[in-house]
């Protein structure tokens, strides 16, 4: 069965970057769209950012346009979030998930498997 763990999460000064990965083990990510959400204290998952079995990259929230990509890589079985540009707005867990579709969805209803989140604190 798919499990998916995140790593690379931190603390980071405003302004600067941070690559997550997504490492997925016991089946492939090669047929699945896997995104990226986030939930800060208090507030709702968001969906941040997709990429869909075809490599299509979609970014969900209006504030991460610009700044956050996501890619993949089949070989390592790993999906990657490069965030750039990085403030205090985006402190939050982050979540991979994967699900058995062509397309991207910014609902997090729509995906079945899901990592264990990794802690992103943007901060001075």
């Known amino acids: ?7 690379g999460g931190g603390l ?5 970057s941070l690559r997550l990965s997504c490492v997925a083990s016991g089946s492939t990510l090669g047929l699945r769209t896997v995104s990226w959400f986030r939930q800060a204290p208090g507030k709702e998952r968001e969906g941040v950012s997709c990429i869909n079995a075809g490599g299509g990259n979609t970014n969900f929230a209006d504030s991460v346009k610009g700044r956050f990509t996501t890619s993949r890589d089949n070989a390592k079985n790993t999906v990657y979030l490069q965030m750039n540009s990085l403030n205090p707005e985006d402190t ?7 699900r058995t579709s062509w397309s991207c969805s910014d609902s997090p209803s729509n995906y079945d498997i899901w990592g264990q989140g990794t802690q992103v604190t943007v901060s001075s």
């Open 1 to 7: 069965q798919l499990q998916l763990v995140e790593s």
């Open 12 to 16: 980071v000064q405003p302004g600067g």
């Open 92 to 98: 939050a867990v982050y979540y991979c998930a994967a």
